[in-house]
C-alpha cells in the first residue's frame, strides 16, 4: 500500500494559519490533497493536525480517500520535527513493513499528480530505499571564504552549458515504513532524485513567498488544467 501523509499544524509564526489561508481561490492544503487524490498511486491520504478549524477545512473536500490523524499536542509545537510526528503516527498504526510512505509538504503546492505516480514508478524501477524531489539551480554558489563552491571562476561557463545543482524543493519524500522505523528519518539507503521544474523550488515560508507562488500557480499549473 501506498500511504501520503500531509502534518499540517494551527500554528505558523510568519503566516497566521497558513495551511488554510486562500491561496489561488483555495485553501492551501487543498491542491497537495487534490493532486494526491487524483494520483494513481496512491491509495490512503492522512492529514496530521492538532487544530479543529484545519480539520473541518480537510473534511469539506470530502476527498474519499482523506482521514485526519490527531496528532499529539508534544509533535505540534514549533520545535518538533516532521519525523517526530511521522514516527509517532506509524506507531499507532499497523502498517505493512513494505507499504510506502510519502512525506508530503502543504506549503509546496504545485505538485501534480503525475509527479507523485512517475516519483513511486522511478523508485521501484531504479530499486531505491527512498526518494526526494529536487529542483535543478543554476546558480554559481560561493561559501563564507569567498570560494566558490560549483564552478570556476576564471573558466565561468555559459547558462546552457553548465550543469547546476539540484536543489531540495521539499515537495515530498518516499520511503519504507521499515526504514522510517530502523533510521528516524525520511531518507535513507540507496536514495534516488524525482526532478521538478525549476519553479517549484519556491516554498511558501514568508509573506512575499505567498505572492510570488500564487503568479507562479497560476502560469504553471491552473493555466494547463484549463
Same mark, same amino acid.
Given at each position: 500500500? $501506498?500511504?501520503?501523509?500531509?502534518?499540517?499544524?494551527?500554528?505558523?509564526?510568519? &503566516?497566521? !494559519?497558513?495551511?488554510?489561508?486562500?491561496?489561488?481561490? #483555495?485553501?492551501?492544503?487543498?491542491?497537495?490533497?487534490?493532486?494526491?487524490? *487524483?494520483? *494513481?498511486?496512491? @491509495?490512503?491520504?492522512?492529514?496530521?493536525? =492538532?487544530?479543529?478549524? &484545519?480539520?473541518?477545512?480537510?473534511? /469539506?473536500?470530502?476527498?474519499?480517500?482523506?482521514?485526519?490523524?490527531? +496528532?499529539?499536542?508534544?509533535?505540534?509545537?514549533?520545535?518538533?520535527?516532521?519525523?517526530?510526528?511521522?514516527?509517532?503516527?506509524?506507531?499507532? %498504526? $499497523?502498517?505493512?513493513? %513494505?507499504?510506502? !510512505?510519502?512525506?508530503?509538504?502543504?506549503? /509546496?503546492?504545485?505538485?501534480?499528480?503525475? =509527479?507523485?505516480? *512517475?516519483?513511486?514508478?522511478?523508485?521501484? &524501477?531504479?530499486?531505491?530505499?527512498?526518494?526526494?524531489?529536487?529542483? #535543478?539551480?543554476?546558480?554559481?554558489?560561493?561559501?563564507? %571564504?569567498?570560494?566558490?563552491?560549483?564552478?570556476?571562476?576564471? $573558466?565561468?561557463?555559459?547558462?546552457?552549458? !553548465?550543469?547546476?545543482?539540484?536543489?531540495?524543493?521539499?515537495?515530498?519524500?518516499?520511503? #519504507?515504513?521499515? *526504514?522510517?522505523?530502523?533510521?528516524?528519518?525520511?531518507?535513507?539507503?540507496?536514495?534516488?532524485?524525482?526532478?521538478?521544474?525549476? !519553479?517549484? /523550488?519556491?516554498?511558501?515560508?514568508?509573506? =512575499?513567498?505567498?505572492?510570488?507562488?500564487?503568479?507562479?500557480?497560476? +502560469? @504553471?499549473?491552473?493555466? +494547463?488544467?484549463?
Amino acid at each position: 500500500m $501506498n500511504l501520503a501523509f500531509i502534518p499540517v499544524r494551527c500554528g505558523s509564526k510568519s &503566516i497566521p !494559519f497558513k495551511n488554510i489561508k486562500e491561496f489561488c481561490g #483555495k485553501p492551501l492544503v487543498y491542491w497537495n490533497l487534490k493532486a494526491l487524490q *487524483n494520483s *494513481n498511486e496512491i @491509495h490512503k491520504i492522512f492529514v496530521a493536525t =492538532d487544530c479543529k478549524k &484545519i480539520k473541518d477545512v480537510v473534511e /469539506s473536500f470530502n476527498f474519499p480517500k482523506v482521514k485526519v490523524y490527531d +496528532r499529539e499536542p508534544e509533535n505540534a509545537v514549533d520545535t518538533a520535527t516532521s519525523e517526530s510526528v511521522m514516527l509517532e503516527f506509524i506507531y499507532k %498504526n $499497523n502498517f505493512k513493513d %513494505n507499504d510506502l !510512505f510519502l512525506l508530503v509538504q502543504a506549503t /509546496s503546492p504545485f505538485t501534480q499528480a503525475k =509527479d507523485f505516480d *512517475n516519483a513511486i514508478k522511478k523508485l521501484n &524501477i531504479e530499486k531505491a530505499d527512498s526518494l526526494l524531489t529536487c529542483a #535543478k539551480t543554476k546558480k554559481f554558489f560561493w561559501d563564507k %571564504n569567498a570560494i566558490p563552491i560549483n564552478y570556476d571562476y576564471r $573558466n565561468r561557463p555559459r547558462r546552457q552549458e !553548465f550543469d547546476g545543482l539540484f536543489v531540495e524543493n521539499g515537495a515530498f519524500y518516499i520511503n #519504507k515504513v521499515c *526504514n522510517i522505523k530502523k533510521y528516524k528519518n525520511r531518507l535513507c539507503g540507496k536514495i534516488t532524485i524525482y526532478e521538478m521544474e525549476e !519553479f517549484t /523550488s519556491v516554498e511558501i515560508d514568508e509573506e =512575499d513567498d505567498w505572492l510570488i507562488a500564487e503568479k507562479l500557480m497560476y +502560469r @504553471h499549473v491552473i493555466s +494547463r488544467e484549463s
